[in-house]
């Protein structure tokens, strides 16, 4: 049972003469439970003007308006800013890649004879002193 509903079961109770106390210790609710009042709701202005931010900059994702509204000079909790943009359903779609058809694989041939391919590479070594060698290296593929 929600709460609310559990708050018109404990008035229904006093109003036929149950005491408060006695009827909340039946359904098994505190009675600061039934005497909570919601907060007013402190983020109806952020809430809006990150709307608003989103519909002006649509590829903005909230890190992007976070930092637009710390531009415009207000001091605000990223944190706040990403939990309001989630509630909103703000995100922005990300955009699917194109796949690129694979072509069919091949083993790579062996050179029938030298000097038909080479291949080079950079090697780097240390001496015992800690001096950087940088060697290129070329080798005949045929042959190696």
Do not use: C
């Not at 149950?18 to 202005?45: C, F, H, K, T, W």
């Not at 001091?75 to 194109?98: D, I, M, S, W």
């Not at 080079?120 to 060698?133: C, H, L, N, Q, S």
């Amino acid at each position: 049972m929600s709460a609310p509903a559990r708050r018109d079961v404990v008035r229904f109770m006093v109003s036929r003469g149950l005491s408060e106390r006695r009827a909340l210790r039946v359904i098994r609710m505190s009675a600061s439970a039934l005497r909570y009042q919601r907060m007013p709701d402190r983020n109806q202005g952020l809430r809006e003007r990150i709307l608003a931010l989103a519909h002006r900059y649509r590829r903005y994702v909230a890190g992007m308006i976070y930092l637009k509204l710390r531009q415009a000079g207000e001091q605000v909790n990223h944190k706040r800013v990403e939990r309001l943009y989630a509630a909103a359903r703000l995100q922005v779609k990300r955009r699917k890649r194109k796949k690129v058809p694979t072509s069919e694989r091949k083993p790579l041939g062996r050179p029938g004879a030298a000097n038909q391919v080479w291949s080079m590479d950079f090697v780097f070594d240390r001496t015992a002193e800690g001096r950087v060698i940088k060697t290129l290296t070329v080798v005949d593929d045929a042959t190696h």
